[in-house]
């Protein structure tokens, strides 16, 4: 209602549409100059739905903080389990908090969607609209804009964003306007890697308009990274992290804990390990890669018959 007030205050029946500005025939409103994330490093980890994105998130902003760094995760699904091992619970979502108040986000306190999680990692769960309304892309620039009216965002040296499955529309690839560098999470098959290729078309055609560049793939719950390193070779894109597939990571889950807190086990010191090199690698800077994705039938015939 506000919106629609606000509208036709404008004299417009609808939101103006930018085409062009957020890459070739988008349709997506281009973000405003006053809601970009100044002072912290800004990462958004994208992949396949199901490939893991939430747990290396989590982890990884668990090693972050590891470094001293104060850390802000924020998960953009609907689900809203992304920070679900820093908190140990399912945190309520921003879109729910502000309906109960009417959307007067005036009447909000920063407790009212911020929870501190495993070493002081801040945690949001901006949510989603309901199915088959909305956009994804509305729910996280609320988000931000709550985050800047509270002032929580001039603290932080690092933002997390924690993102749904694969980019195939635009309202999901609103982190993009704020992020330095996208993480793409995969697994050494097909299916992953066909999902990060168009991930990757994502980003670049982002980049045409933002400062988001790519910083590299994690293989994740692999035992083999050849298909992965195989694509890379191929696109010129670079696989920078490598999560084995060890049991230790979903038991982590089932205990709602981050690798962090679970015991010194040997694969657990392993993959903490890898995590904060990875963290620091991240934070100290990577080279902007742009890769040149394939076309459908040119992925197919790399990876997809024998």
Known sequence: MREAAGLEARGLK????????DGEGSLQVHQS????????KVFAVYGKGGIGKSTTSSNLSAAFSKLGKKVLQIGCDPKHDSTFTLTGMLQPTVIDILKDVDFHAEELRPEDFVTQG???VQCIEAGGPP?????GG????????????????EDTDVVLFDVLGDVV???FAAPLQHADRALIVTANDFDSIYAMNRIIAAVQAKSKNYNVRLAGCVANRSKN????DRYCDVVGFKRIGHMPDVDAIRRSR???????EMPDEEDIVQCRAEYIRLAQTLYAGTDPLAPAPLEDRDIFELLGFD
């Open 14 to 21: 609808s939101p103006p549409i930018l085409k062009g500005q």
């Open 33 to 40: 100059d006053d809601m970009k994330i100044e002072g912290a």
């Open 118 to 120: 495993y070493n002081g």
């Open 131 to 135: 199915a088959g309304t909305g956009c």
């Open 138 to 153: 509305y729910v996280v620039g609320q988000t931000v804009k709550l985050l800047k009216q509270h002032h929580l965002l």
């Open 169 to 171: 529309c635009g309202g």
């Open 225 to 228: 990274t050849d298909e992965v």
């Open 254 to 260: 089932l205990k709602k804990k981050t690798l962090f």
